[in-house]
C-alpha cells in the first residue's frame, strides 16, 4: 500500500513537470523546430541517463540483451509517435481541440488494459475516467469546429501515449529502470533527429544564435533534466507498483497543472468552464484512488432480504 501511494505521488510530481513546462516548451519551439527541439532534448536526457548508468549502475548493463533492447525500443517509438503526431497534427487543428483529443488516453489506457493485460479496472477507476474525461472536455474543448485530418493525427497521438503507458507497465517490472529509460528515450532522440533531417531546418540547431538564446537554452536544459530524463525514469521505475488506469488518470492532471501555470507565469485568464474542468479532474483522479471495500454492498443485500 505504501509504495503504491509513493509511486501515485510521484507519477503525480511528473505530471506536475510536465504541465508546468508547457509554457517553457512553447517559447522555445518558436525559434527553434520541434523535432529539433525534441532531438536535443531526448539526447541531451540519454547522455546523461547513460552516464549515470555507466559511472553508478554498471551492473545493470549485464541485463542488456536482444529482448531488452526491443522491448525499450517499443516504448520509445510508441513515444515518438505521441509526440511526432501531436506535433503534426498541430498544423491543422486548434490547440484546445488537440488537448482534449490528446486526454483521451484516459479512456484508452483501461481499454487496453483489459484486451493486452487481461486488467480490468475496478469501479471507482472507471467513475474517475468518466469524470475526468468530463473535465478535460470543459477544460480544453472550447472549439467547436468540424472535426479535420489533424484531429486524426492527434488521435493516433493518443493511442501511442496510451500504448505507451501500458507497455511501460508491463516491461518495467522484467527489466532494470535505467537501462529500459536510457534505450527508450535514445531511441526518440534518434527518430526525431531523422524527422527532423527530413522535415525541417535541422541546421538551425547548430546555429548558436539560436540554440544559445534565452527560451530555447532555458527550455532544453529544464525540459532535458527535468521532463525527460527525471520524469520518464521516474514513470519506468514507479509504474510498476500501480495500474495502467490509474497511471492515465494521474497524468490527466498534466493539463491542468499545464492551465495553472499558464495562469501564474504567462496571465492566460481561466474561464469558468476551465476551473470546473480542472476541479473535475482533480476529483476524477482522488476517486480513483478511494479503497473499494470488496463485499460490503453485497454483506448490506444479504442482511436486508435475511429479515
Not at 25 to 43: C, E, H, K, Y
Not at 68 to 94: D, E, K, N, W
Not at 208 to 226: C, H, M, N, R, Y
Not at 296 to 306: D, P
Request: proline residues 3%.
Amino acid at each position: 500500500m505504501k509504495k503504491t501511494f509513493f509511486a501515485d505521488v510521484s507519477l503525480l510530481f511528473v505530471a506536475f513537470i510536465w504541465g508546468s513546462t508547457f509554457v517553457l516548451v512553447q517559447n522555445a519551439i518558436s525559434f527553434l523546430a520541434p523535432f529539433s527541439f525534441n532531438g536535443i532534448r531526448f539526447f541531451a536526457a540519454a547522455v546523461l541517463l547513460g552516464g549515470w548508468l555507466l559511472l553508478f549502475e554498471r551492473k545493470q548493463i549485464r541485463y542488456f540483451n536482444r529482448k531488452m533492447l526491443l522491448s525499450g525500443m517499443l516504448l520509445g517509438v510508441l513515444l515518438f509517435i505521441g509526440y511526432a503526431f501531436q506535433t503534426v497534427g498541430l498544423l491543422y487543428t486548434s490547440s484546445s481541440k488537440a488537448g482534449f483529443i490528446t486526454g483521451l488516453s484516459v479512456v484508452m489506457v483501461p481499454m487496453f488494459a483489459i484486451f493486452l493485460l487481461k486488467q480490468r479496472p475496478g469501479i471507482n477507476a472507471v467513475v474517475g475516467v468518466f469524470i475526468a474525461t468530463a473535465g478535460l472536455y470543459l477544460l480544453t474543448m472550447t472549439d467547436t469546429s468540424k472535426l479535420n485530418i489533424g484531429d486524426g493525427f492527434v488521435f493516433i497521438c493518443a493511442i501511442g501515449f496510451a500504448l505507451h503507458i501500458i507497455f511501460t507497465g508491463k516491461f518495467s517490472n522484467n527489466y532494470p529502470s535505467l537501462l529500459l529509460t536510457v534505450v527508450q528515450i535514445s531511441t526518440v532522440a534518434i527518430l526525431s533527429s531523422i524527422f527532423a533531417i527530413g522535415f525541417e531546418n535541422w541546421q538551425n540547431a547548430f546555429q548558436p544564435d539560436v540554440v544559445l538564446s534565452e527560451k530555447v537554452l532555458a527550455g532544453l536544459i529544464i525540459t532535458s533534466v527535468f521532463a525527460t530524463a527525471l520524469a520518464f525514469f521516474a514513470q519506468t521505475n514507479f509504474q510498476k507498483f500501480t495500474t495502467p488506469t490509474r497511471v492515465a488518470l494521474i497524468f490527466a492532471m498534466e493539463p491542468v497543472f499545464a492551465a495553472v501555470t499558464a495562469f501564474i507565469w504567462a496571465g492566460e485568464r481561466l474561464s469558468y468552464s476551465a476551473i470546473i474542468g480542472c476541479i473535475l479532474i482533480f476529483s476524477g483522479m482522488v476517486i480513483a484512488e478511494l479503497p473499494v471495500k470488496k463485499g460490503v454492498f453485497l454483506g448490506k443485500f444479504k442482511r436486508k432480504h435475511a429479515a
